[in-house]
């Protein structure tokens, strides 16, 4: 699998959306999954297949692909947002690759 | 219920060599990948690779290629990771991961196995 970029860090207040790009020439051809990941606690899956939501996450979650950049968006973002958040994809040999990460904080 | 429970903490030296345990249950372990993923104190996530324990087919990122093993006992529905020749960059936090059925999604997540190498 390629490499996949996000931003490093980006800061939100309560209520805003907060959207976070992932991009890699490869994603044209790879779905994107994303993670979340609060301190001291193992990753968690929000989305996957660019845009689909596992039960259990809620609605304000979301994820869109164009081209090669996807993006997570959490709309009305809560205070227990505030996390890192990882993308990742595999490619056709199922070899996977994350993303650097992104930390949320939300002010 | 699908668990994935990790064996404990471990304190190594350099040079030594460990194997790291993940318990699968709740679920067919025969059918489904087990992945396994670094990840470095105050860093982000690495895919090293992963394992289909139905016929122990594995596949390994290139940056993990030759410098760890995975492996699974289907008869007590584990996977493991091992580890050789600790070096003190190997100190890390290291999670198992169960990708979902006919996709590459990792739904299920170990504790995690935090390893430390002293020197």
């Known amino acids: 699998s390629s490499e996949l970029t996000q931003p490093p860090s980006m800061s939100v207040s309560p209520g805003q959306t907060a959207r976070i790009t992932c991009s890699g020439d490869?994603?044209?051809?790879?779905?994107v999954y994303w993670y979340q990941q609060k301190a001291g606690q193992a990753p968690v899956l929000v989305i996957y297949?660019?845009?689909k939501r596992p039960s259990g996450i809620p609605e304000r979650f979301s994820g869109s692909s164009s081209g090669t950049t996807v993006t997570l968006t959490i709309s009305g973002v809560q205070a227990e947002d505030e996390a890192d958040y990882y993308c990742?994809?595999?490619?056709?040999?199922?070899?996977?690759?994350f993303g650097g990460g992104t930390k949320l904080t939300v002010l | 219920e699908v668990q994935l429970v990790q064996s404990g903490a471990e304190v190594k030296k350099s040079g030594e060599s460990l194997k790291i345990s993940c318990k699968g249950s709740?679920?067919?372990?025969?059918?489904?990948?087990i992945g396994w993923v670094r990840q470095k104190p105050g860093k982000g996530l690495e895919w090293m690779g992963i394992?289909?324990?139905?016929?122990?087919?594995?596949r390994y990122s290139p940056s993990f290629e030759g410098q760890v093993t995975i492996s699974a006992e289907t008869s007590i529905t584990t996977a493991y990771l091992q580890l050789n020749s600790l070096k003190a960059s190997d100190t890390a936090m290291y999670y198992c991961?169960?990708?979902?059925?006919?996709?590459?999604?990792?739904?299920?997540w170990g504790q995690g196995t935090l390893v430390t190498v002293s020197s």
């Open positions: 991961a169960r990708q979902a059925y006919g996709d590459y999604a990792a739904d299920y």
């Open positions: 709740g679920y067919n372990f025969i059918r489904y990948w």
């Open positions: 394992i289909y324990p139905g016929d122990s087919d594995t």
């Open positions: 490869a994603l044209p051809k790879q779905h």
């Open positions: 297949k660019d845009s």
């Open positions: 990742q994809s595999s490619d056709i040999n199922n070899i996977g690759v």
